[in-house]
């Protein structure tokens, strides 16, 4: 018997869909590279209109936006505690925060989860390909409102008024160092409108970092205004210790500490790499079992 389709996992296909939906040029165009699935159940599912959608049609949407069953036990990493601290500091107080951490650090997971725990909070993974419509269409999306029709000065405002009726909102930027100076630029602009009516957090690697200093160095249009904004630091994340590592295998199933060495000694402390390096010694376990 299938499990039942939980509130939660209903958001994390909510959300993935409305990616989904950015990534292939709106709810109808999407709906006709799904199958099975029409543009007004997408319409549904978006706007949080759930009672006549089945577990069935959950599912079917979930396998076919990539989004897969949790098979992967996961830990509340140092990373993981250092995010949630700084972007609830973030929310209450509606700063405007640059943070910077190794790839396959468990940053995005991190921010999801914090998506998951708390309200008013919009969660944007950032396109290299955006222009400014894109960026504020998909925006507007995750506050359930369709960008169709308007023109960018009228999604602006629809964004401002958005944020200014909401209590403490916040907007988190995942790989928000793939963003383009024109669309970086907008920033400025959101911060005078928005600087005690939200809070906006970039989250990416290194590369921020190095950006910026190179923008502001160079008096690039914008760079000097927007450092300023995110008060002239990007705060660098601790990383992936060997608890955190230690820990993550012990939760799914590597309890022999010579495995959980190895692991330790061969991922370079990626937590993608981890993962990987579990179901190998899984699996290894399983064959030695059997014989």
């Known amino acids: 018997m299938e499990k039942k389709i939980t509130e939660i996992r209903k958001r994390d296909i909510r959300n993935a869909l409305v990616d989904f939906c950015d990534r292939f040029g709106g709810q109808s165009k999407a709906s006709k590279i799904m199958e099975g699935v029409s543009s007004a159940t997408i319409s549904q599912v978006i706007n949080e209109n759930w009672e006549l959608i089945s577990d069935d049609m959950w599912r079917k949407i979930a396998s076919q936006i990539g989004l897969q069953d949790e098979k992967w036990e996961t830990v509340e990493t140092t990373n993981y505690k250092d995010l949630h601290e700084i972007l609830g500091d973030a929310q209450e107080n509606q700063l405007w925060m640059a943070i910077t951490g190794n790839a396959g650090t468990g940053k995005t997971y991190a921010c999801k989860q914090y998506q998951r725990m708390h309200n008013e909070v919009y969660f944007l993974s ?36 958005q944020m200014r009726t909401k209590e403490c909102p916040i ?84 309890t022999d500490a010579k495995a959980i060495d190895r692991i330790i000694n061969d991922c370079e402390g990626d937590l993608r790499r981890v993962e990987r390096r579990v179901y190998a010694e899984l699996k290894k376990a399983k064959r030695q079992a059997a014989k």
């Open 126 to 161: 950032c396109d290299p390909d955006w222009a400014k419509r894109d960026f504020f269409g998909a925006l507007l999306r995750k506050m359930s409102i369709r960008p169709e029709g308007l023109s960018l000065i009228q999604m602006k405002q629809k964004v401002v008024l």
């Open 171 to 254: 907007i988190i930027l995942d790989e928000a160092d793939k963003m383009s100076d024109v669309v970086l630029n907008s920033f400025i602009t959101l911060y005078n409108d928005l600087q005690y009516s939200c809070a906006v957090v970039m989250i990416a690697t290194e590369h921020l970092t190095k950006r910026f200093d190179k923008g502001v160095r160079y008096n690039k249009r914008g760079y000097n205004e927007l450092w300023s904004r995110v008060g002239r630091k990007c705060i660098a994340l601790r990383g992936v210790t060997q608890n955190d590592i230690a820990e993550i295998c012990r939760q799914n199933g590597v």
